[in-house]
């Protein structure tokens, strides 16, 4: 701009320079719009620029870039330059670096990003990308945004991805604060001018005002109290198996959304019960074996309802139990099975792996519909660990389940809830939870409690729990997993997890044992026993030891190992080993969480 043409007069030209010289790229451009407001009548006076700048003082601003070939990670630079020279308190992140459930704790977030492949976001926004258009994305009615977009017209779709994260923040209920710019290859400008703006904008809005979300009726927080008699409709959002191609087995990693209840309430180390039906495929076996129409009516709690319907919700197919030959002896006398019941060692082997359908087969019956109901156990919840931390995913429970799969009386059995989570309940649909409080299976009251986590297989869950809380706190101490399974290629189950969890130092330590990789079995308690020394120091630290999988045979191994530890490196008599080790008990420091 000339100034020797402006309407100005000799003086002022030269007051306006001399201040224009002492200005900062910032400051001139907060002016460029504090007279554009005089002349519009919107500035009202110095008094405000005041108020303006104490708030700037106190404003947070988390800049988010994603850049493939450095044009945006060099403006998100200058962005922070700006930013910080106006007083704002400001987080620089690539994108790559950025933690996608931090998202919703933020307030105000400039993007910048670029459109690469064919309308693809650069790779290290590709997963922040994805996440806010997830199923999982959370409600941003607390957070502003302004997002600048960086594209080459010559494409398609230019600037596609910016344009995609303006939209989609949007949509999760940010409010926008500057209107997205779309920046051709001749950028410079447009952004530089832009980012004033922009910067400018974010001024104050540290205390943005979530408002009222306009919720489908899907969505509507869910108001009862959860309880057993009382689930609640989780979403599964997510399902992914956990073990690679070339296990016989398989255990599957689910994410269910609870997003939508209201005051829903646990801790790390609590379970989820899950109210399971049977699989249709044993449903349809039963109806075959005993000739029943599936539409008879039965009459189940009072209520009268359809016999597959029942067979599908109210009862137990997967196992007989003694409760159930008692009864069915009741109804049907069979001498042969009668004999069998009471020779308790053959029957508890006859009744190992066999479900109604072998029952039935076994000692056939004329069985009418209302008696096979009234034989049959009453179908109960199962319970899992929860696999994730309230801290680290609010709105997600994740549940990390075995699928429980075998051939027994020459018939393949399957588990009912694991394979109805694995196979019944798919992505997309609801499934009815509940909240299972699992109070002595605790993290310590204190965080820089060291913590000693013992589990193989499945037991390995609640600690994914826990070590996620402990990366969420402030000053976490000292963590040691010891984690065991078959193979270390197919069921190192949440290896990346803890790969990142050590990096960033959420766990200390991690020792892992599978069984099956070498000739030699090898299994947790001998890791424990090879760091016996190292495990009694952590002891007499204060460390609480945790204990969570398979009862029959781990628990009681490492416990075992435990009061070996204990009576060696201890220097104990049986005795005083046995005190300690019961004081670690009513201490609550030893934990076990078996099934
Ligand atoms: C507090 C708690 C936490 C738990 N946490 C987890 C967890 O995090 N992850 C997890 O996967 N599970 C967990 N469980 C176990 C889970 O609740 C279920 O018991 C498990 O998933 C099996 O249930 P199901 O309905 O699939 O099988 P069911 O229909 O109950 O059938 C299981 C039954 O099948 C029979 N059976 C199984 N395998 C064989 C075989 N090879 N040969 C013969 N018979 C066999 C047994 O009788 C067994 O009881 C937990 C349990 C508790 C109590
Ligand atoms: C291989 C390749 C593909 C691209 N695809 C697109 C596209 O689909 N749409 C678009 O608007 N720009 C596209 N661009 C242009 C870039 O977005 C542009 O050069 C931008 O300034 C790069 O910013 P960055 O260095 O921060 O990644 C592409 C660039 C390259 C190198």
Redesign the pocket.
């Known amino acids: 701009m000339n100034l020797n043409i402006s309407p100005l007069s000799a003086e002022q030209v030269c007051q306006l320079k001399t201040i224009a010289a002492s200005l900062n790229q910032q400051q001139l451009f907060w002016l460029a719009g504090y007279f554009t407001g005089l002349t519009t009548g919107t500035e009202t006076g110095f008094e405000e620029t005041e108020g303006i700048q104490s708030n700037v003082a106190s404003t947070e601003l988390t800049i988010l870039y994603g850049s493939h070939t450095g044009n945006g990670e060099g403006l998100a630079k200058k962005a922070q330059k700006l930013a910080t020279e106006s007083g704002y308190k400001v987080t620089l992140k690539d994108m790559t670096d950025y933690k996608t459930r931090d998202l919703q704790n933020e307030k105000n977030v400039l993007v910048i990003v670029s459109t690469h492949g064919e309308g693809e976001p650069p790779f290290s926004a590709h997963e922040l990308h994805e996440f806010i258009h997830s199923k999982r994305a959370p409600r941003l009615y607390g957070l502003a945004y302004a997002v600048l977009a960086l594209g080459d017209s010559s494409y398609f779709h230019f600037c596609k991805t910016g344009i995609d994260f303006d939209k989609q923040l949007g949509k999760l209920g940010a409010k926008q604060l500057v209107e997205c710019a779309t920046c051709d290859v001749d950028f410079e400008e447009t952004a530089d001018n832009w980012l004033q703006k922009a910067i400018i904008a974010f001024d104050g809005q540290q205390s943005v005002a979530p408002v009222t979300p306009l919720t489908s009726a899907a969505q509507q927080a869910q108001t009862v109290t959860v309880s057993k008699k009382n689930p609640f409709q989780a979403l599964v959002l997510e399902k992914v198996g956990l073990y690679g191609r070339g296990s016989t087995r398989q255990t599957i990693h689910l994410e269910l959304g609870t997003e939508n209840v209201a005051g829903l309430d646990y801790q790390p180390g609590d379970?989820a019960g899950v109210i399971?039906v049977n699989p249709v495929e044993l449903i349809n076996e039963v109806l075959a074996q005993t000739g029943l129409d599936a539409g008879t009516i039965v009459t189940v709690n009072g209520k009268e309802k359809k016999l597959d319907d029942t067979l599908y919700s109210d009862v137990v197919l997967?196992?007989i139990t003694t409760d159930v030959i008692k009864r069915y002896l009741e109804f049907y006398p069979n001498e042969t099975l009668a004999a069998l019941a009471s020779d308790a060692e053959k029957f508890k082997t006859y009744l190992?792996?066999r479900d109604i359908v072998d029952l039935l087969q076994d000692y056939p019956a004329e069985i009418d519909a209302g008696t096979l109901i009234k034989i049959l156990r009453p179908l109960t919840p199962?319970?899992?660990?929860i696999s994730s931390s309230p801290k680290a995913f609010p709105g997600e429970i994740h549940?990390?389940?075995?699928v429980?799969k075998?051939h027994?009386a020459g018939r393949d059995k399957r588990?009912?809830?694991?394979?109805f989570l694995s196979e019944i309940a798919v992505e997309d649909e609801k499934v009815l939870v509940f909240i299972e409080s699992n109070p002595d299976f605790r993290l310590p009251e204190y965080e820089q409690t060291p913590i000693i986590m013992v589990g193989a297989g499945?037991g390995i869950?609640p600690y994914r729990a826990f070590v996620q809380h402990r990366e969420m706190s402030d000053n976490p101490g000292k963590s040691w997993l010891f984690f065991g399974n078959r193979n270390f290629e197919t069921e190192f189950i949440y290896q990346t997890d803890w790969q990142a969890f050590l990096k960033s130092g959420a766990l200390t330590r991690m020792d892992v044992a599978f069984s099956r990789d070498s000739d030699k079995k090898v299994y947790v308690q001998d890791r424990l026993w090879e760091n016996g020394a190292e495990v009694f120091q952590w002891l007499e630290e204060g460390a609480h030891f945790y204990i969570c999988g398979d009862m029959k045979n781990m628990a009681r191994h490492v416990q075992d190992t435990l009061v070996k530890i204990v009576e060696k490196y201890g220097l104990l008599s049986k005795e005083y080993t046995y005190e300690y080790v019961e004081n670690l008990e009513k201490t609550k420091r030893l934990q076990l969480?078996v099934?």
Do not use: H
């Open positions: 379970a399971p997967s196992k190992d792996g199962r319970y899992y660990s549940l990390t389940v075995g429980v075998y027994s588990g009912t809830c694991s394979t499945t869950a969480d099934y």
